[in-house]
Every structure is written in structure tokens, then in C-alpha cells.
């Protein structure tokens, strides 16, 4: 295997079948926390090693409540990647943000119920910090690409995740936007928490595909405008990857990379070994030998 991945995507199959990628190989990963979506695949974007992984499954097969969001995240973890990009449909509750629109929002309002929110588990104890829940460092370098690319592209914005499938009643994302939500999905959360867990950089591209259902003047979000809305925006998602990996610098210079170092409340030495084996990838910086 090649080096370590510089930067990991989370999205669908179409942004790995880019012209641009060279050198790629597929590789099947078993994680503590089970199988994830789909084999991660690797390749060389623009100079950069970078790692892709479908969250839905090849040909979208895992629904949003039964993603493996956390062995997607321990996978990336254990090929080495520090960076992720979120690629994701989102709905509008803004007037200005509009379906073709990208978003890179800066913070999250998790409203999922019954998903697994965490790595600690089995007598292994931590509260990570989650007050600024994405790298606002790596946000904004996603931001430039996104505006070199030519899309149109919103800074900032509260991504609300719902548990889905379903798309929300009128009722509820008229609830949404009284509370000041921006935008809406189905799979932020509990994704964005865990890569925090693994200390690893984390941003959204948010692609807005409809204005969910509370607008009136305009038809309710449905499968079929969804994927058209993200098949007329791979290209445009393709090229900001692109620009990403190309301008992405190597050194970083936010916290998330220590997110653990004042998280972990479990003693040392009631740490159960099987608890200790399980999470070694993460907490054995932070552990005596």
C-alpha cells in the first residue's frame, strides 16, 4: 500500500471516478466496531494521496439510520487520515440558500435518535469537547476550493440531521427554521462527533438539493430532485476536491488533532484491557504503557 491518505471524502460513487485520479487501489478494512459501508478506495488527487468512501454503500444500499458511521470513521482512522470531507445532500431552510447551492456549515444540531454517538463504551469513558463541532481551519480551505471551482457557496450555517428516512412533515421544518436551522440531512450526526473522537479534521459540503417542504411556493423535496440536483453537482464537487487536494497545506494549525487529550474521565487502571485493545488506535498516546 501506498502512503497515508492527506485527506479522506465520505460522499457518493461518482466523485472517485474522477479523470484526474491515478494509482488507485481498493482496499477492504475490518474495523472493532464491524465492516464499513463499502471498501475505501485509494488513489492519487492532484499530487495527494486520498481515500474514498461510499457512505451509502455501493449503488446506496444502507439507509441513513443504518450507516456504520462508526467504522467508517475507525476505517479512515486506521489508514492514517487526519482530514475528512463530508460530501452530502442537504434540504434549505434559508431563502437564501438555494437548491445548486453549496454550504460548508460551521455548526450541528444533532435530532437523530438510536445511532451509536460514540467510540467509548464498555467501562471507557470520554466527553469530547463539541462546542465548534467541524475544523473551522479545514472548513475554510474547503470554502476557497468550492469558490475557485466557480460554485456558488455559502460560509457558515447550522446543519440540523433528522433520523430519516422519511423526508420531514411541513410541521417539523417549519419547527426547524423557528429555531434558526439552515439547512437539513440525514447523516451529519453522528459522523462529525466520531471523527472529533479520532481526532480528525472534519468539513461539509453540503449540496442543497430542494427547500425540504416548508416553502410553499415551490414542490416538496422528493428522491427524484435530490439526485438530480447532485448529479448536475458532481462535476462542480469533483473539481473543488481537486483544488483541495492540490492547495492542501501539510502542516495544520487547529486543535483537533489533541481532542482526546482532556476528554478521557476513565482512570488508567479501571480501564478494562478488552476496552483498552478495542480503542489502542485512539487513546494510547494518552495512556500509560
Given at each position: 500500500?501506498?502512503?497515508?491518505?492527506?485527506?479522506?471524502?465520505?460522499?457518493?460513487?461518482?466523485?472517485?471516478?474522477?479523470?484526474g485520479?491515478?494509482?488507485?487501489?481498493?482496499?477492504?478494512?475490518?474495523?472493532?466496531?464491524?465492516?464499513?459501508?463499502?471498501?475505501?478506495?485509494?488513489?492519487?488527487l492532484?499530487?495527494?494521496?486520498?481515500?474514498?468512501?461510499?457512505?451509502?454503500?455501493?449503488?446506496?444500499?444502507?439507509s441513513?439510520?443504518?450507516?456504520?458511521?462508526?467504522?467508517?470513521?475507525?476505517?479512515?482512522?486506521?489508514?492514517?487520515?487526519?482530514?475528512?470531507?463530508?460530501?452530502?445532500?442537504?434540504?434549505?431552510?434559508?431563502?437564501?440558500?438555494?437548491?445548486?447551492?453549496?454550504?460548508?456549515?460551521?455548526?450541528?444540531?444533532?435530532?437523530?435518535?438510536?445511532?451509536?454517538?460514540?467510540?467509548?463504551?464498555?467501562?471507557?469513558?470520554?466527553?469530547?469537547?463539541?462546542?465548534?463541532?467541524?475544523?473551522?481551519?479545514?472548513?475554510?480551505?474547503?470554502?476557497?476550493?468550492?469558490?475557485?471551482?466557480?460554485?456558488?457557496v455559502?460560509?457558515?450555517?447550522?446543519?440540523i440531521?433528522?433520523?430519516?428516512?422519511?423526508?420531514s412533515?411541513r410541521?417539523?421544518?417549519?419547527v426547524?427554521?423557528?429555531?434558526?436551522?439552515?439547512i437539513?440531512?440525514?447523516?451529519?450526526?453522528?459522523?462529525?462527533?466520531?471523527?472529533?473522537?479520532?481526532?480528525?479534521?472534519?468539513?461539509?459540503?453540503?449540496?442543497?438539493?430542494?427547500?425540504?417542504?416548508?416553502?410553499?411556493?415551490?414542490?416538496?423535496?422528493?428522491?427524484?430532485?435530490?439526485?438530480?440536483?447532485?448529479?448536475?453537482?458532481?462535476?462542480?464537487?469533483?473539481?473543488?476536491?481537486?483544488?483541495?487536494?492540490r492547495?492542501?497545506p501539510?502542516?495544520?494549525?487547529?486543535?483537533?488533532?489533541h481532542?482526546l487529550?482532556?476528554?478521557?474521565?476513565?482512570?488508567?487502571?479501571?480501564?478494562?484491557p478488552?476496552?483498552?485493545?478495542?480503542?489502542?488506535?485512539?487513546?494510547?498516546?494518552?495512556?500509560?504503557?
Amino acid at each position: 500500500m501506498n502512503s497515508k491518505p492527506e485527506l479522506a471524502i465520505i460522499g457518493g460513487s461518482g466523485l472517485y471516478q474522477m479523470n484526474g485520479l491515478t494509482h488507485i487501489e481498493t482496499v477492504e478494512l475490518e474495523t472493532p466496531f464491524g465492516k464499513p459501508s463499502a471498501p475505501v478506495v485509494l488513489g492519487d488527487l492532484s499530487g495527494k494521496r486520498v481515500a474514498f468512501l461510499a457512505r451509502h454503500g455501493l449503488g446506496h444500499t444502507i439507509s441513513p439510520s443504518e450507516v456504520n458511521y462508526r467504522a467508517n470513521i475507525y476505517a479512515l482512522k486506521m489508514l492514517g487520515a487526519d482530514r475528512v470531507i463530508s460530501v452530502s445532500a442537504c434540504g434549505s431552510l434559508r431563502e437564501d440558500y438555494a437548491p445548486g447551492h453549496i454550504v460548508i456549515p460551521d455548526q450541528i444540531f444533532d435530532f437523530t435518535r438510536g445511532r451509536a454517538r460514540s467510540f467509548f463504551e464498555g467501562g471507557l469513558v470520554a466527553h469530547v469537547g463539541s462546542a465548534d463541532p467541524v475544523c473551522a481551519e479545514l472548513s475554510e480551505q474547503l470554502y476557497q476550493a468550492v469558490v475557485e471551482a466557480g460554485g456558488t457557496v455559502h460560509r457558515g450555517g447550522t446543519f440540523i440531521t433528522i433520523e430519516g428516512p422519511r423526508f420531514s412533515t411541513r410541521a417539523e421544518s417549519s419547527v426547524f427554521r423557528s429555531w434558526g436551522m439552515s439547512i437539513i440531512g440525514m447523516t451529519a450526526s453522528p459522523e462529525v462527533f466520531l471523527a472529533r473522537e479520532a481526532e480528525m479534521c472534519y468539513a461539509i459540503m453540503a449540496h442543497v438539493t430542494d427547500y425540504d417542504v416548508w416553502h410553499t411556493s415551490e414542490s416538496p423535496v422528493t428522491v427524484e430532485m435530490v439526485v438530480r440536483t447532485l448529479l448536475a453537482n458532481t462535476a462542480l464537487a469533483q473539481r473543488s476536491l481537486e483544488i483541495l487536494a492540490r492547495q492542501l497545506p501539510a502542516e495544520k494549525h487547529c486543535a483537533c488533532d489533541h481532542a482526546l487529550a482532556d476528554a478521557i474521565i476513565t482512570a488508567p487502571d479501571r480501564i478494562h484491557p478488552s476496552a483498552r485493545e478495542k480503542l489502542s488506535l485512539l487513546i494510547s498516546k494518552y495512556l500509560p504503557k
